[in-house]
């Protein structure tokens, strides 16, 4: 079946440094790549929406200037949290979706994000 | 826009016993819905899903679901809870198959089950 490797799992910053999440589609094409960010005993809150060459789309109140996410081939997207706070520490999920939707959504293992 | 509720935040049953996770959810086109489970610090995984062809939809480890358009739910079961069932559960809706479309998530129901 359809499998998204996401890395890292877990990762402990300093504050003020980027951290990158990188999430790669093993055997299908990741048109788009769905990015969440999920609070403990919460839900999964979308981020952002990517299609492969093109821009991401930010859902409100995300600012896009902090949480970069880039989409350049079809099976590599990251996301990068740049000058990290510990308010955004967090758990972060990918989710990958192909063309047709053949593969439904797929999601990745998660990100476990700690900002010290 | 499209929603989804998932009423209560936890459930506990015993083991051995029927799991039911209650979803029901808002939609002005005909929905495609979803549950998944996941465990601590991992990802998502599909228990199954209901994409507009039998309304009574079969996963795995033994859970289904049922689509009821009049009563606007996709209630998840399964007839006999095993202890690596305890997770937490989510119900998620999505307009259209295209590969843009995003999934809506219900808050999550955890379920728990005593021995």
């Known amino acids: 079946g359809a499998v998204v490797s996401q890395h890292p799992s877990w990762v402990i910053c300093k504050s003020g440094t980027s951290v990158k999440i990188e999430c790669r589609s093993l055997d299908f094409q990741a048109t788009t790549m769905f990015w969440y960010r999920q609070f403990p005993k919460q839900s999964l809150m979308l981020m952002a929406t990517s299609n492969e060459g093109s821009k991401a789309t930010y859902e409100q109140g995300v600012e896009k200037d902090k949480f970069l996410i880039n989409h350049a081939s079809l099976t590599l997207s990251t996301l990068t949290v740049t000058s990290a706070h510990p308010e955004d520490s967090s758990f972060y999920i990918c989710?990958?979706?192909?063309?047709?939707?053949?593969?439904?959504?797929?999601f990745g293992s998660g990100t476990r994000l700690t900002v010290v | 826009a499209q929603s989804v509720t998932q009423l209560g935040s936890h459930v506990s049953v015993s083991e051995g016993a029927l799991v039911l996770l209650r979803c029901n959810y808002s939609s002005s086109v005909p929905p495609y819905l979803f549950w998944y489970v996941q465990y601590p610090n991992q990802g998502l995984q599909l228990l199954l899903k209901y994409t507009s062809a039998a309304t009574l939809v079969k996963g795995i480890n033994g859970f289904e679901a049922e689509f009821k358009k009049s009563e606007t739910s996709f209630h998840l079961t399964k007839p006999s809870a095993h202890m690596s069932d305890a997770a937490e559960y989510f119900c998620?809706?999505?307009?259209?198959?295209?590969?843009?479309?995003?999934?809506?998530f219900g808050k999550g129901i955890t379920l728990s089950v005593r021995p």
């Open positions: 998620a809706v999505s307009d259209l198959p295209r590969a843009n479309s995003k999934l809506t």
């Open positions: 989710s990958a979706r192909d063309h047709q939707g053949l593969y439904g959504y797929t």
